[in-house]
């Protein structure tokens, strides 16, 4: 339980303040970012590229709003999002993380971010003991104040450590408590499950052949239950997590210290959650394109380990041909079948 009362976290709902300070998309980050999410399409690197595919500038990846969380750009002795709710670091988990765009971010863009805690709430997470939700929801504007990106993450204080175990006993909304422990309260990111699912799904314990698709521009001859690409990454390693801390600002030494990993009880190092998502969204962009996404979305629900194979999949769940509008639903597993993430996404398309 966090170290204040519900009643005064409620009393926080609706408070704002600026957790986001010049913001600067750099040409040479975006590209280092796409690497870490292992993301090789020449669209994150060649201003050439960009503009032959009709982009003003070098775009950047879908969770690239991730780099905000480098102290550079946060408010001198900010914290996290700044609320102090009385969370115990250790035992805080991310168990959401969405975004909706109004157009990609681009090279070159100074935004400034604006964080509301939007919800407080309990529940029963079985197992996992009383967990206590907050919501928070970032505005990114530009220079002339026009929202580019809004950004909501689900953070989730357990009542003491939790595993990747499914949790029949949890309830409350699905959110309840597998995952990873918190131990840097700076990055804001705990990268860790708020859904529950015990039982392995999608690949059934193999590992298939990545698979490329065309790209998909109008929702003519597109169906409900088409499937899209399917991204691997396979004998993930140490380095991959490092790569990405580097990348994202995301610290936290238990994703790449082995001492201090297994210290906090942890069996090895593991990828963080934000990288999992990372490796997902290649699934939609590389489907529809980056300028057609309009919304992306995760649940966390296990972890990835040295040794482990990502497998990302989607397809397509609804189809609204009048609108040009597209939702798919993702899943990301292991090797093993067990699920890491499921999520959505909603694409533009032409009519």
Same mark, same amino acid.
């Given at each position: ?6 009643? !005064?976290?409620? @009393?926080?709902?609706? $408070? ?6 010049? %913001? ?7 590209? !280092? ?9 020449? =669209?994150?690197? $060649? ?22 969380? %480098? ?13 102090? =709710?009385?969370?115990?670091? !250790? ?13 990609? =971010? ?12 939007? $919800? ?11 967990? +206590?939700?907050?919501?928070?929801? +970032? ?20 009542? &003491? ?49 990545? !698979?490329?698709?065309? +790209? ?32 994202? &600002? ?6 790449? $210290? ?10 090895? #190092? ?7 998502? &990372?490796? @997902? ?16 979305? #995760? ?5 990835? %380990? ?17 609108? &040009? #509008? ?26």
């Amino acid at each position: 339980m966090p170290t204040k009362p519900l009643s !005064e976290l409620e @009393a926080m709902v609706g $408070d704002s303040r600026t957790t986001v300070e010049e %913001f600067r998309i750099e040409r040479g980050k975006v590209e !280092e970012f796409a690497r870490a999410i292992t993301d090789s399409d020449p =669209l994150f690197r $060649d201003e050439s590229v960009a503009r032959e595919r009709g982009y003003e500038a070098v775009p950047a990846p879908l969770t690239y709003a991730r780099v905000s969380r %480098f102290p550079r750009y946060r408010p001198d002795g900010l914290e996290g999002y700044g609320f102090d =709710l009385g969370f115990r670091p !250790e035992y805080v988990l991310h168990g959401e993380q969405a975004y909706e765009y109004e157009r990609p =971010l681009f090279v070159g863009d100074v935004l400034t971010g604006t964080t509301t805690l939007t $919800d407080v709430y309990q529940r029963d997470g079985g197992r996992a003991g009383s967990m +206590t939700f907050a919501v928070y929801e +970032t505005e990114y504007r530009d220079e002339n104040g026009d929202l580019v990106l809004t950004d909501r993450a689900t953070a989730i204080e357990t009542a &003491g450590a939790v595993d990747d175990e499914g949790d029949d006993d949890a309830s409350g909304d699905d959110d309840a408590g597998n995952g990873e422990p918190q131990t840097d309260s700076n990055d804001g990111d705990a990268d860790i499950d708020a859904t529950v699912d015990p039982e392995p799904t999608a690949n059934g314990g193999r590992v298939p052949a990545a !698979e490329a698709v065309d +790209t998909v521009r109008s929702v003519d001859g597109v169906d409900v239950g088409d499937g899209g690409p399917t991204v691997i990454v396979d004998d993930l390693e140490r380095k991959h997590f490092v790569k990405y801390a580097g990348a994202s &600002g995301d610290f936290n030494p238990i994703h790449y $210290d082995e001492p201090y990993a297994r210290g906090a009880g942890n069996e090895s #190092v593991f990828g963080q959650g934000m990288f999992t998502a &990372g490796v @997902a969204s290649r699934v939609v962009t590389d489907w529809f394109g980056l300028e057609s996404i309009a919304a992306f979305g #995760v649940r966390f629900q296990s972890r990835v %380990f040295p040794g482990d194979t990502i497998v990302a999949t989607g397809e397509l769940e609804s189809v609204r041909a009048e609108e &040009g #509008v597209v939702e798919v639903a993702l899943e990301a597993t292991n090797q093993h079948g067990e699920t890491l993430l499921t999520g959505s996404a909603t694409a533009s398309l032409e009519e």
